[in-house]
């Protein structure tokens, strides 16, 4: 019989299944707290990567666009830092905390209200503060769509432009969003004569806007954003579930094929799901939504259990445990292609429904006032999911010796992956070359994968080196590009040589904000990618990699050992005492 903890987790997802179908859940926490004291600033996850708060002196929430002059100009005059936070605040890296106690941090929760469209052209201006939900309802009405957006929908505007979030495409303009940018204006500092902060417009000629496309927050305050749209038309989704042979050759093929299509490969089961994505006539008869499973209310009593079961199973060491769970878990999404409806629930494929209802999803965001009892399932308050987002950018070219590299060390023992295939196994998708100077500058291939992460920095995870060798084979051999809102901070080593266009950036910062009121020592960690001091534990958290076994915890027999297929890296193995 499976152990205790296993019967618990299958008993979830069958629960899980019977559940109707969009619950209203609570609504996210405020990502800002303020005290007597201070404010602090987390991330939706309720924790960075080093564990550590975020804290600034005060925070505002300017409504119009002279507000937002107004705010910058007094930090200025004042010799403050400035950092800028959305309602939703999802990046992982600390781009939003000031490293200083003299500061201010702007919310554009309140920044919201403009959407203007502009029907014959073709285009729609926004408040950066503006939702991605509300942005993409507001131009489905209108009789367009918005084509490039990532997958999940709590965000904003601002947010997305500011660290390249995507969808996936090669085709068009591509699946990243700041490809789809016509135009932005910027709040940046000014002298005393210019009232200390001034607003600037970048469009289309303006060789600034490419460095202004994705800017993280270093460049000044985005205000309104100009993105370019098409007419409405709708989608027809088919997830088709099948080995992984071939998959370091088929992916080339799946990107032209499909303008929308993306890959999910699960190592352990050998097995990828291939998305067929594509473009449809508005008239095509099917009014289908995606509401991605992982994206979707979770009741707190299942998330919780989910989170103590997966706990329980790493403290037993129990590999065969994880793999049945992952077995369960792809299951379970075949059953319901992931999240894809027909209707009220999924009939079958193709599911066919209008772009604004397909492209992205997020229905655990939205509140009921008396609802306390949903939420989502990584929501910190709950004690529920807890767990890395690695995600590495590849040149297309690339990828598939990277896919290789990632066999070869699965066929070495399968069950190693079975963490992995538990969250979302490699979720592969495509974006096209990009003129930005901190984007992707040749067509590529983003993989992301989570895994879990221990409550206590301290406590060492069930395969750490596995992980961690796939982390470091993506960015050391085979130098992905680190994505600039995910990632553990040893993804950045080395970041700033593997953009070409970091020095137009550079350029660019230092024009428009000469004295860096808008960068931080967190900032400047991640374009520069310093690896920093090493201390007991800190390649347990991906702070560092280790060189000596204090790095790891070989108090519980975890161990600084090289790579078992890529031999330079270095990663914190468990060794059985003799």
Not at 255 to 270: Q, R, V
Not at 316 to 344: D, H, Q, V
Not at 538 to 549: F, K, N, Q, W
């Amino acid at each position: 019989m499976p152990p205790p903890q296993v019967v618990l987790l299958i008993w979830i997802i069958t629960l899980i299944s019977v559940v109707p179908l969009r619950l209203m859940a609570m609504p996210p926490q405020s990502p800002i707290l303020c005290g007597p004291t201070g404010c602090k600033i987390s991330n939706s996850y309720g924790k960075w990567g080093d564990r550590k708060d975020c804290i600034a002196w005060k925070v505002v929430y300017p409504a119009t666009e002279e507000d937002l002059r107004s705010a910058v100009a007094e930090a200025v005059r004042s010799g403050m830092k400035v950092k800028v936070v959305s309602k939703f605040s999802h990046t992982i890296p600390k781009l939003a905390c000031t490293g200083a106690n003299a500061s201010i941090l702007i919310s554009t929760e309140k920044y919201d209200s403009m959407i203007d469209i502009d029907v014959p052209n073709m285009a729609v201006t926004v408040h950066s503060g503006v939702p991605l939900r509300n942005l993409i309802d507001k131009v489905e009405e209108a009789g367009l769509s918005l084509v490039a957006a990532p997958y999940w929908e709590g965000v904003s505007v601002g947010g997305i432009i500011s660290t390249g979030a995507h969808g996936s495409s090669w085709w068009g303009r591509g699946g990243s969003v700041h490809d789809h940018v016509i135009g932005l204006s910027l709040v940046v500092p000014a002298s005393e004569s210019d009232g200390y902060a001034k607003i600037i417009t970048l469009d289309g000629q303006d060789p600034l806007l490419d460095a202004a496309r994705v800017s993280l927050g270093l460049l000044g305050v985005i205000s309104k954003v100009k993105l370019s749209l098409e007419k409405a038309f709708k989608r027809s989704i088919t997830y088709n579930f099948t080995g992984d042979e071939g998959l370091e050759h088929m992916f080339m093929d799946h990107a032209n094929k499909y303008e929308f299509g993306d890959i999910t490969w699960y190592p352990s089961k050998h097995t990828a799901v291939y998305r067929y994505d594509s473009r449809v006539p508005l008239d095509t008869p099917g009014n289908g939504v995606f509401d991605f499973l992982g994206f979707q209310s979770n009741s707190v009593v299942v998330s919780k259990s989910i989170r103590a079961a997966e706990r329980a199973l790493e403290t037993a060491g129990n590999a065969s445990g994880k793999c049945l769970l992952a077995s369960t878990t792809i299951a379970y999404k075949k059953l319901i292609a992931n999240g894809l409806r027909n209707g009220l629930i999924f009939t079958g494929y193709p599911v066919i429904g209008h772009q604004g209802r397909m492209q992205t999803s997020g229905s655990c965001l939205y509140t009921s006032p008396s609802r306390t009892d949903q939420t989502c399932a990584w929501d910190p308050r709950i004690d529920g999911l807890s767990f890395y987002e690695s995600t590495a950018i590849f040149p297309a070219r690339d990828f598939g010796a990277f896919v290789k590299d990632v066999k070869q060390l699965r066929d070495q023992n399968p069950q190693n992956f079975c963490g992995l295939d538990i969250y979302n196994g490699l979720l592969i998708r495509f974006v096209k070359g990009s003129k930005a100077a901190l984007g992707q500058g040749e067509d590529s291939i983003v993989v992301d994968f989570n895994y879990y992460r221990a409550g206590k920095a301290t406590t060492p995870r069930l395969r750490e080196d596995v992980f961690e060798e796939v982390e470091q084979m993506a960015f050391f051999r085979h130098a992905a590009r680190p994505h600039w809102a995910k990632n553990r901070k040893v993804a950045f080593i080395g970041a700033a040589g593997k953009y070409p266009g970091m020095a137009v950036f550079l350029k660019a910062r230092q024009q428009l904000d000469p004295k860096g009121v808008f960068s931080s020592e967190w900032s400047d960690e991640l374009l520069f990618g310093k690896e920093g001091e090493k201390g007991d534990g800190c390649a347990l958290e991906g702070l560092c990699i280790c060189s000596e076994d204090r790095h790891c915890s070989p108090g519980n027999g975890y161990f600084c050992r090289p790579g078992l297929v890529y031999k330079e890296a270095r990663v914190c193995r468990f060794e059985r005492s003799s």
